[in-house]
Structures are given as structure tokens and as C-alpha cells.
């Protein structure tokens, strides 16, 4: 099946700094990525819809200054959390489309955020 | 917009036996796709079950299968023959074609040995 990896799985930071999250789809090509937070015993709730080589498109609340999303290829997404503050810390997941099943998403492991 | 609930925050079985996890939805799109998704605590996303909205035949994998009664909107999933390993978060979830998917506030499931 469809492969999706994400890097880091674990980081933590000081409050202030920037963190970039990688997406790849292994082996397959993904034009839309999406990216899902997912706080503890909760949903995950979509943040923004990654389309390669235009701009993203954010839901409702998200700040696109603050989460910027880059699709450059049509295998890597990446989400940088800028100057990250500790209510930013969370599950962060990322999900993409395989072409050969519509509706049908394939995750990464997530990556959990931690900033102190 | 598009809404997914599931009512039931936590349900428990015991091993061996059958349960069901409700989901309800709301749209006014009449082709759309509806998911079960498997959480466990690695946190992967697994993919339990789909089924398309056009298709009346209820979709089944192996022990899983579900009830779709398009006209209440309505989407749950049995378990059959529950598992230890069946322990996990399980999220409902709606999506109009090649649009993101929504998901339900999930449902933690526990099997009891």
C-alpha cells in the first residue's frame, strides 16, 4: 500500500524558536497533502490542504504566518511551526492522497511537538 | 458544511464478542465517501473500513463491517469476534471525493480479556 512518512516523530524546542515537520509520500505521488493537528484524547482537526507548487489553503483559525506550509515536490510537504509557544505543543499528522482510491487518505506516523 | 458525530466517547466489550460504534453525519451532497479509522496508541492512522455512498451493499473486511442507512445519514461499524488488538481510538470520518476528510470526536474502544 501507499506509504507516508513523516520527520521528526519526537522534538522538542524552546519556546521562540521555529520547527520544520517533513511529509514524504514513499512511493507514490501526492498533488494534495493534508495536514491535521491532533491535541491529546481529542480529534484531529485539519489545519491546511497542501498543493504542490501553489499555496496552501488554511482552515478557518489557522495562522497561515505561523504555520507555513511548502509543497515544492510531488512527494514532500513540510510545515514549519514559527516561533512555536507552548500551547502550540501537539500531535501534528500529515496525510496524503493516493490516486487509485478516491476519498481514501494515507497518514504518517505523526510527529509530536513539544516546546518548553 | 459537513459534520461527523459519534455519541459514544468510550465503549467496552469483552473479548470474543461483537460490539457496534455509532457515527452520524451531515451533508447535503449526495456522493461522498465514509471511513472508519483505526487509532492506536502509536498514533498511526489505519484504515479499517470505506464504503462509497452510491453503492447499497454495506462494505465488510474480514471481521469489520458496517451499516449504511444513507437516508438517516447513519454509518456504523460492528465488530465481530473482538480482539485484544482491536483496542484503539476509532474515528469516523466523511469525504466528498477528492476533497479532506472530516473527521468525529472518535471512540475509545477497550476489550476486556
Known amino acids: 500500500g501507499a506509504v507516508v512518512s513523516q520527520h521528526p516523530s519526537w522534538v522538542i524546542c524552546k519556546s521562540g524558536t521555529s520547527v520544520k515537520i517533513e511529509c514524504r509520500s514513499l512511493?507514490?505521488?501526492?498533488?494534495?497533502m493534508f495536514w491535521y493537528r491532533q491535541f491529546p484524547k481529542q480529534s484531529l482537526m485539519l489545519m491546511a490542504t497542501?498543493?504542490?507548487?501553489?499555496?496552501?489553503?488554511?482552515e478557518q483559525g489557522v495562522e497561515k504566518d505561523k504555520f507555513l506550509i511548502n509543497h515544492a515536490s510531488l512527494t514532500l510537504s513540510t510545515l514549519t511551526v514559527t516561533s512555536a509557544h507552548p500551547e502550540d505543543s501537539s500531535f501534528y499528522i500529515c496525510?496524503?492522497?493516493?490516486?487509485?482510491?478516491?476519498?481514501?487518505?494515507?497518514f504518517g506516523e505523526g510527529s509530536r511537538l513539544t516546546v518548553l | 458544511a459537513q459534520t461527523v458525530t459519534q455519541s459514544q466517547p468510550e465503549m467496552s466489550v469483552q473479548e470474543a464478542e461483537t460490539v457496534t460504534l455509532s457515527c452520524t453525519y451531515d451533508?447535503?451532497?449526495?456522493?461522498?465517501?465514509l471511513f472508519w479509522y483505526k487509532q492506536p496508541p502509536s498514533r498511526q492512522m489505519i484504515l479499517v473500513i470505506r464504503?462509497?455512498?452510491?453503492?447499497?451493499q454495506n462494505a465488510t473486511e474480514n471481521r469489520f463491517s458496517v451499516n449504511f442507512q444513507k437516508a438517516a445519514k447513519s454509518f456504523s461499524l460492528k465488530i465481530s469476534d473482538s480482539q485484544l488488538g482491536d483496542a484503539a481510538m476509532y474515528f469516523c470520518?466523511?469525504?466528498?471525493?477528492?476533497?479532506?476528510?472530516?473527521f468525529g470526536q472518535g471512540t475509545r474502544l477497550t476489550i476486556n480479556p
Open positions: 496525510s496524503a492522497r493516493h490516486g487509485g482510491e478516491p476519498g481514501e487518505l494515507f
Open positions: 512511493d507514490f505521488q501526492a498533488t494534495t
Open positions: 497542501s498543493n504542490e507548487g501553489s499555496k496552501a489553503t488554511y
Open positions: 451533508t447535503s451532497e449526495s456522493d461522498y465517501y
Open positions: 464504503q462509497e455512498a452510491y453503492k447499497q
Open positions: 470520518a466523511f469525504s466528498q471525493g477528492a476533497q479532506k476528510l472530516v
